[in-house]
């Protein structure tokens, strides 16, 4: 009967070392294949569907109430089909969102399919009130360009009349 050849009692300590790296790097892969895998199904989640055609674009929940008075400029400077949201802040500050509508935006078709929306977010002081209001709403006008504003214009005396 052959003898059994007799293993060094280094070379088993040497093998379990590796067979333990091995686990760990095993155990390390799976913790991101999973991470991996978590972010392709909530990637993948169903998403709500917005109508092309909507007659005013969504405004940011608030529960802070917006002055006639800002809600007057923004209709004069542009029109009632702009949203308008206000946030207070507990530092004499306000957050003034303005929602452009997608049939006046001039931000690109990648950007409407990824956040399906074109906010414009102004933080300001207090002491700014209307006057800041208007002079962010003048500058969101003027960003839009002329040919926009002239379609913002038409539109608006169109709904007046």
Known sequence: ???????????????????????????????????????????????????????????KESSDPIPHEWRQVVSDVLNDKFGVAVKYRGDAQFELTIDVPQEYSNASKGTWDTLHQDRRIMVMGNHMGAQGVRDYTEKVAKNLGPDLMKKVHDDKLQHAA
């Open 1 to 59: 009967m052959p003898r059994k050849k007799k293993e060094n009692v280094g070379d088993s300590i040497a093998n379990q070392q590796d067979v333990v790296f091995a686990v760990n790097q095993l155990a390390d892969a799976l913790k991101a294949l999973e991470a991996r895998l978590v972010a392709l199904e909530e990637k993948a989640a169903p998403q709500e569907v917005k109508p092309e055609a909507e007659a005013k674009p969504e405004v």
